[in-house]
């Protein structure tokens, strides 16, 4: 189920050599590194002494530079606020209290990918959505999301392979196609992965994006069944003509649109069966597989990234409620790690201003 319709039909391409579609896939895989990036180092799959949460962030930072105060991967965003509305059916899967009928808090925060805050809009950027639920009782539900229907690697170390083949060569500040090629050979459930990435269509904004959970979790009900799954943000508003490019202009739209009108997206649990894959987010689950509309995210105010926001909030994917649960996903435990050294650094540092403007008023971080 997407949020747009199916891409035209071209005309048949001539035939290309492994090398020369290996090179195509790479100008992707170079952009991903930076856009799609942060999810790490899982504890115990990598020698610690080679690589580490600590390392992989000042990664980030060799490649988007160092800015006192942001984030290290999805610097650019603004602050929202709003309610999730249960149907209730996801109570048939999971004992979580989020899914029970009734209206939670939520905290959000829409951002475009790569550690630069100040980098001008594009639309081929990767845009995420990070949601925090206040559910009865102190619990929190975290989730961080973006808009690209898979995740480009299966693991952590295949992650950081991927971004140091993309670092940009001093002689031409670009990465080097190659090199990137060269990784993809070795890497066939990536270069698979871009692929299916490059097909994604884009929306024109933050509005009408379709937000992908990418990794997956269990759910277990109230008689002890625990089902894999993996959750969706489906879009109500629909497809319209891209605004006139600016420095900021996805975030102005969003903005412009919240004061109209709340926005709202429907959740959408996917339900794996036995044999779908757990532990690789490069993989998409069948499309056959049973789907349950769990209710509707309503995003009603967007701010400037201020104290006591969600400024100040860690989207750790391992912050669950009772009755959800990680998955074998080595991807999970890697960005948690990764999440909490970048909020780490950034908390112990000065708070410099943001570029976003919201209703005329910059951030006053």
Excluded at 3 to 10: E, G, L, N, Q, Y
Excluded at 118 to 139: K, Y
Excluded at 225 to 242: I, K, N
Aim: charged share 20%.
């Amino acid at each position: 189920m997407d949020d747009v319709t199916a891409p035209p039909v071209r005309a048949p391409r001539p035939a290309v050599s492994r090398r020369s579609a290996l090179l195509g896939l790479a100008a992707v895989g170079a952009i991903a590194a930076v856009d799609v990036g942060g999810f790490l180092c899982a504890a115990g799959t990598l020698d610690a002494d080679a690589l580490t949460p600590a390392r992989l962030t000042d990664r980030f930072e060799e490649v988007a530079g160092h800015h006192d105060g942001f984030r290290r991967n999805h610097a650019k965003g603004v602050s929202a606020t709003g309610y999730f509305t249960a149907t209730g059916a996801g109570s048939a899967v999971s004992t979580a209290s989020v899914f029970r009928i009734g209206r939670i808090p939520v905290t959000g925060r829409f951002s475009l990918s790569g550690g630069n805050p100040s980098t001008p809009d594009a639309a081929a950027t990767v845009r995420g959505l990070g949601l925090a639920f206040d559910l009865p009782d102190g619990e929190q539900w975290r989730t961080a999301m973006i808009n690209t229907p898979v995740f480009p690697d299966r693991t952590p170390d295949g992650f950081y392979e991927r971004l140091l083949a993309s670092k940009a060569d001093p002689a031409t500040g670009k990465p080097d196609p190659d090199r990137m090629a060269a990784f993809l050979s070795r890497r066939p459930e990536t270069a698979a992965a871009m692929n299916l990435i490059r097909q994604h269509p884009w929306t024109s904004g933050f509005d009408n994006s379709t937000y992908y959970g990418l990794n997956a979790f269990l759910c277990t009900n109230d008689t002890g069944v625990t089902v894999p799954v993996r959750w969706t943000l489906v879009p109500e508003e629909p497809a319209r003509s891209p605004g006139l490019p600016g420095r900021d202009y996805l975030f102005d739209t969003l903005t412009a649109t919240v004061s109209r009108r709340p926005l709202r997206w429907r959740m959408l649990l996917t339900i794996g069966q036995p044999g779908d894959r757990t532990d690789d987010a490069t993989r998409p689950w069948p499309p056959t597989r049973q789907v349950l509309d769990v209710g509707t995210v309503i995003i009603d105010a967007v701010r400037t990234e201020a104290p006591h926001n969600a400024r100040d909030l860690n989207f750790d994917p391992l912050i669950l409620p009772t009755g959800i649960a990680p998955s074998d996903d080595p991807l999970l435990s890697a960005r948690s790690a990764v999440y909490t050294e970048s909020f780490t650094r950034r908390s112990g540092e000065p708070k410099t201003p943001a570029l976003v403007d919201v209703d005329g008023v910059r951030d006053d971080r």
